[in-house]
């Protein structure tokens, strides 16, 4: 899903919003995540997940062209710790008593 294909559903959920209307809340609510942890900070949307930087000293490397050993530079990258219930909902628990189990076709 794109940023757009996001508005659109917003709006269409919300009749009473222009889509005009909805495209500046999402890029405020982006915005302001991306401002947070310019800042150094987190951003935690209970039932989603937390929005974190982390420190990445500096360290050798290699091209993957040449395989010559090029110096990177320490850096902050961006994050992304997803709740439990996000967690759960990406993989549901199976009850064992009732799942069936499936058994590969016999060769021959």
Same mark, same amino acid.
Do not use: C
């Given at each position: 899903?794109?940023k757009?294909e996001?508005?659109?559903?917003?709006?269409?959920?919300?009749?009473?919003?222009y #889509?005009?209307?909805?495209?500046r809340?999402?890029?405020?609510?982006i915005? =302001?995540?991306v401002?947070?942890?310019? =800042?150094?900070g987190?951003?935690?949307?209970?039932?989603?997940?937390?929005?974190?930087v982390?420190?990445?000293p #500096?360290?050798?490397g290699?091209?993957?062209?040449?395989?010559k050993a090029?110096?990177? =530079?320490e850096?902050?990258?961006?994050?992304?710790?997803?709740?439990? =219930?996000?967690?759960d909902?990406?993989?549901?628990?199976?009850?064992?008593?009732?799942?069936?189990?499936?058994r #590969?076709?016999e060769?021959?």
């Amino acid at each position: 899903m794109i940023k757009s294909e996001l508005v659109h559903i917003i709006a269409s959920r919300n009749p009473r919003l222009y #889509p005009s209307d909805v495209m500046r809340i999402v890029e405020t609510i982006i915005d =302001e995540i991306v401002g947070t942890l310019a =800042e150094g900070g987190r951003v935690e949307l209970r039932g989603f997940g937390i929005f974190s930087v982390r420190h990445r000293p #500096p360290r050798s490397g290699r091209n993957p062209s040449t395989g010559k050993a090029v110096f990177v =530079e320490e850096k902050w990258v961006p994050f992304f710790r997803a709740s439990k =219930e996000m967690q759960d909902r990406l993989n549901p628990k199976i009850d064992v008593r009732h799942a069936r189990v499936r058994r #590969p076709p016999e060769e021959g």
